[in-house]
C-alpha cells in the first residue's frame, strides 16, 4: 500500500482530538497515550508495505531512539529561551513532539497554541504524514494541560487549523532557500531519509550517489544563522565511515559539535545503527580536530598498521573476468570463523594482483558486538601455504611487514582480545569495517 493509505490513520487522530478537546478524557486517556508514544510507527508498518516505507525513506524516530533525542535537547539546550524549531522531515512528528517537551504553556490550551503556532515549523512530502504531525502535537499541548490541571475545551476551529507552518512541501529545497535568505537561527531537529541519491550539484565532499542523510544534513547546516542549532538522528556510517571523512571535516569547519552519541540500532524493525548529534552554527572559522568518537576508540600509539599492510582483497568477483591463470581463490563464504587454516580448494581464473601467504584475513561485513561461525567481531583467519592466492573483496588482508607467520599469530591474538571488540563497536557501527578502522586498530 501507498503512504496514501496512511491517511486512515490521520482520520482516527481526527476522531481522538475531537473527544479529547471537548474534555471527554475518562474514556480516552489511554489512547492518547498512545497515540503520543509508538502508534503513529507501528501503523506505519501495519498500513504501509516495507517496500513502500524503504522506498519513501518512511522510518519515524519512537522508543529509545526518541529517548536518547529528548534527552539530547534536555542536556544541549534546556537553558534556552523556547526557540523556533523546526523539522524539514517531520515525518509523523516525533522530533517535534520532543521539541515542545520543552516549551512553556501559556494559561490555557488555546492560549499555549497561540505561543507555539509561531514556534513549530515541519516539512514533509506526504499530506498523511502533515495531518497526523499536526493532530499529534494538538494531543501533546492537551495532555500537558490536563496533567498540570489547566486543561480547558478547545474550540473545533482552533485545532483544526492548529501549526499552519507544519506543511506539506520538499524540505530539501526549503533548507536551499533558507540557506540564500537570512538562515535559519532557531532548533533545526534532523532525521532525514537515510537512502542514497546523486550528489547536489556543486557538492564539494562527495560525488556519484550518497548518503541522503549526508546531503540533508550538509544542507542543514548550510542554512542555519550563527548560533543556530542542529539536533540530528543519523546513520552511523557517516561517522564512522571512511567515504564521509570529507563530509565529516566540512561539517566541522562550520558547526561547533557539542556532543556525538552513538546510539546503536535505530529500532527492532530497522537494521542501521545510528548517532545522535548535536551541534551549533559557528560564529567564527574551525577552531581544531574534532573527536567523531569516543575517546576509547581513538588512535593509539601503535597500531596494527605499524606492522602490517593492511588492504581490501582484489577480487570483485561479479566484475572481474575470470582470465589469467587457474589460483587459490579466497572467500569469506568458505573462510573458518577464526583460527588457521591453508590454501582454498576453490580455484578462479584472475589476472590480477595476487598474495603470497602467510597473511591474515578479516571479514567486512560485521555488526556490532557479533562475528561470523563463532569469531568475535574483527577476529582474522592466517592463511598459510606456498601459492599465492586471489582474494574476494569482502575481506580485509593484512599482510606482515616482517616477522612471517609468528607476526601473524601476534596479531591474532590482539583480534581475539576483548578490547578489540569494544574498540571497534566504538569506532564504527556501520556493517563493513573498513581499511582505515583496522589499520587504527591498537596493537597490544
Not at 569516543?294 to 593509539?300: I, K, N, V
Amino acid at each position: 500500500m501507498s503512504i496514501t493509505a496512511y491517511g486512515s490513520y490521520a482520520r482516527q487522530l481526527e476522531t481522538l482530538v475531537t473527544d479529547v478537546a471537548a474534555g471527554h478524557w475518562r474514556r480516552v486517556a489511554d489512547d492518547v497515550t498512545h497515540a503520543l508514544n509508538g502508534q503513529a510507527s507501528g501503523e506505519l508498518r501495519r498500513i504501509v508495505s516495507r517496500a513502500d516505507r524503504r522506498a519513501t525513506g518512511s522510518f519515524f524516530t519512537t522508543g529509545g531512539v526518541r529517548q536518547s533525542y529528548e534527552e539530547l535537547l534536555s542536556r544541549n539546550g534546556a537553558s534556552e529561551r523556547t526557540p523556533v524549531i523546526w523539522d524539514p522531515t517531520c515525518g509523523a512528528g516525533d522530533l517535534l513532539l520532543a521539541g515542545t517537551a520543552q516549551f512553556r504553556l501559556g494559561a490555557t490550551p488555546a492560549e499555549t497554541l497561540t505561543l507555539w503556532n509561531r514556534r513549530v515549523r515541519g516539512h514533509d512530502l506526504h499530506d498523511p504524514f502533515v495531518s497526523v504531525t499536526r493532530m499529534r502535537l494538538v494531543l501533546a499541548l492537551l495532555e500537558r494541560h490536563r496533567a498540570v490541571g489547566s486543561d480547558a475545551p478547545l474550540m473545533e476551529h482552533r485545532w483544526r487549523t492548529a501549526f499552519p507552518r507544519v506543511q506539506v512541501g520538499d524540505g530539501l529545497q526549503a533548507l536551499r532557500e533558507v540557506s540564500d535568505a537570512r538562515g535559519f537561527a532557531g532548533r533545526l531537529l534532523l532525521n532525514p531519509p537515510y537512502g542514497t541519491d546523486a550528489a547536489p550539484p556543486g557538492c564539494t565532499w562527495s560525488t556519484g550517489r550518497t548518503s541522503l542523510a549526508a546531503t540533508f544534513t550538509a544542507q542543514a547546516t548550510a542554512a542555519m544563522a550563527s548560533g543556530g542549532r542542529l539536533f540530528a538522528v543519523l546513520p552511523d556510517v557517516l561517522r564512522s565511515g571512511s567515504r564521509y571523512r570529507t563530509w565529516r571535516d566540512w561539517i566541522a569547519e562550520r558547526m561547533e559539535l557539542e556532543e556525538i552519541h552513538p546510539h546503536g540500532l535505530f529500532d527492532n524493525y530497522t537494521d542501521v545503527d545510528v548517532f545522535l548529534l548535536s551541534a551549533r552554527r559557528r560564529t567564527r572559522g574551525h577552531s581544531g580536530p574534532v573527536a567523531w568518537w569516543p575517546s576509547s576508540a581513538l588512535a593509539s600509539d601503535r597500531v596494527i598498521g605499524d606492522h602490517f599492510r593492511v588492504g581490501v582483497g582484489p577480487v570483485v568477483d561479479n566484475r572481474d573476468p575470470h582470465d589469467g591463470p587457474v589460483v587459490p581463490y579466497l572467500t569469506a563464504k568458505e573462510l573458518p570463523g577464526q583460527g588457521e587454516t591453508g590454501l582454498p580448494q576453490r580455484k578462479r581464473r584472475f589476472g590480477g594482483r595476487l598474495l603470497d601467504p602467510p597473511f591474515v584475513v578479516i571479514r567486512r561485513t560485521s555488526r556490532p558486538g557479533q562475528g561470523a561461525k563463532g569469531g568475535a567481531r574483527g577476529t582474522g583467519v592466517l592463511i598459510q601455504g606456498d601459492r599465492p592466492v586471489a582474494v574476494d573483496n569482502h575481506l580485509i588482508v593484512a599482510e606482515p611487514l616482517t616477522g612471517g607467520v609468528a607476526r601473524c599469530r601476534e596479531l591474532l591474538e590482539v583480534l581475539d582480545g576483548p578490547k578489540v571488540v569494544h574498540w571497534l563497536d566504538e569506532r564504527i557501527r556501520c556493517r563493513h569495517l573498513t581499511v582505515t578502522v583496522v589499520r587504527s586498530l591498537p596493537w597490544g
